[in-house]
């Protein structure tokens, strides 16, 4: 029997789940489309080991694939107004005007065939190699609360926009044209910046770190960066223009902060603002220094600096989650709408996770909530599910995890069951959340 706490966990979960849902019922013109909606985002918090059209649709109590192919290709519902849902979703739980920031990034999704869209060989840090996939450009708000995604854009590459039978069959809009990967981060940027998310700094790696024109972009709209540079960059220090790399060499026991060294560049920049180059320091590897070109208010303390600079990698952190979780990689389609459809539900799914752990982790500490109800389960009884971005508790089933692994590479072994004070099981998976229409019943065989 399920006691009176149990009884108030799900109640709250069914309220958290019911807020999720609402945001997002008047993007979809029909009923049919709000539902099935619903039930893929449950499916991709359910144990499914593949999140594809056929596994989702067995999960969603369906009897084939052609109502979520439907979904994500035919039927008539908003993706962009949708992601504006989730970005307003994710400040409203994550935001803080102290410690927030926008983290850009990208990733690849391995791809076998050359009718998905945007599919061409062309390099990935997923492979570490030039292999055939597609790209998508991702842009993530991270706080002391949490990080999760608020943008997504597909990189089609320049053979695509140039074919028009190609493009005719991937469904790819006439508006859509080439852009780098770079310009694309610039349009989210300029998407969360008109929206007014609550962030003090830009981060991201060396690739957008390299380009003169993001970071000119960026200072003429007044915004703070912290971006990663090649050691090859030059800056100006002391009157000199000298690559960051004979900087970092040169450092030896210089002031740091942990393991950053914090240096005042001599290049000027606008009234009130001031630029430092920040070097990560490994004493005995001088081949894993990384620099780290700011420029940001002058009375920054090298400490917020460095923990800046540190925020950068909650966005793969993010995206390992999003992959291993909500199966932001399984997909199986080819058309331009579904794979923003398909990305747009999956960053919805995982920000859902990051939001009702972060209230777990509140409410174990007794801080209470910021704005969220509280998670769907009382951690004291599932510590394990609260720490692993999980709602939700499904019975164990043994054998191997339904999750692609932490980087969406292949599953994980289950961990070993752990005894509680409660009798149950630690190393239990969270179930679908409540359903936002009654599921049809599949025949039992007789």
């Not at 052609?66 to 290709?73: A, H, W, Y």
């Not at 469904?171 to 610039?186: S, Y």
């Not at 630029?275 to 005995?284: G, K, N, S, T």
């Amino acid at each position: 029997m399920v006691g009176d706490t149990g009884l108030t966990a799900i109640a709250r979960c069914a309220d958290a789940w019911a807020e999720v849902y609402a945001r997002i019922g008047r993007r979809f013109a029909r009923a049919e489309a709000r539902e099935r909606a619903g039930r893929y985002l449950a499916g991709l918090l359910d144990r499914v080991e593949r999140k594809n059209g056929w596994q989702l649709a067995e999960a969603m109590g369906e009897a084939g694939p052609r109502g979520v192919q439907r979904l994500l290709s035919a039927a008539t519902w908003d993706a962009g107004g949708v992601r504006d849902d989730l970005r307003a979703y994710v400040v409203e739980h994550l935001g803080d005007d102290e410690s927030g920031v926008l983290i850009v990034d990208e990733t690849g999704f391995l791809k076998k065939g050359a009718k998905s869209c945007g599919v061409a060989r062309q390099y990935t840090g997923t492979a570490g190699d030039t292999v055939n996939c597609q790209v998508g450009v991702f842009l993530a708000y991270a706080s002391k609360d949490g990080a999760a995604f608020i943008d997504r854009a597909l990189y089609l590459p320049q053979e695509w926009t140039e074919d028009r039978d190609r493009r005719t069959a991937a469904g790819i809009p006439e508006e859509a044209r080439f852009a780098t990967k770079i310009e694309l981060a610039q349009r989210m940027l300029a998407r969360a910046f008109d929206a007014e998310v609550p962030a003090r700094w830009v981060v991201g790696d060396a690739f957008y770190g390299r380009s003169h024109a993001l970071r000119q972009w960026l200072e003429e709209r007044g915004r703070a960066y912290a971006l990663m540079i090649p050691k090859t960059n030059a800056v100006w220090y002391q009157g000199r223009r000298e690559l960051a790399e004979q900087l970092g060499e040169r450092l030896g026991p210089a002031p740091a902060v942990g393991r950053w060294a914090c240096l005042e560049l001599s290049e000027a920049c606008a009234a009130g603002m001031r630029r430092w180059l920040l070097v990560r320091c490994d004493a005995e590897d001088p081949d894993e220094h990384r620099y780290v070109l700011a420029c940001g208010p002058e009375e920054t303390a090298a400490e917020e600096l460095a923990r800046v600079c540190e925020r950068r990698w909650q966005i793969e952190e993010c995206l390992a989650e999003a992959k291993g979780e909500v199966g932001l990689d399984h997909y199986e389609v080819r058309q331009w709408v579904a794979w923003h459809r398909h990305a747009t539900l999956c960053l919805l799914a995982h920000a859902y996770l990051v939001v009702t752990r972060q209230a777990a982790r509140r409410e174990e500490a007794g801080e209470g909530e910021k704005g969220a109800p509280p998670p769907g389960r009382s951690p004291s009884r599932c510590r394990r599910c609260a720490a692993w971005c999980s709602p939700w508790a499904k019975p164990p089933t043994g054998g191997r995890s339904g999750s692609a692994g932490r980087g969406g590479g292949g599953p994980t072994r289950r961990s070993p069951p752990v005894a509680t004070p409660h009798g149950r099981r630690s190393g239990t998976r969270p179930c679908r959340p409540p359903a936002p229409c009654h599921r049809p019943r599949r025949p039992v065989p007789g």
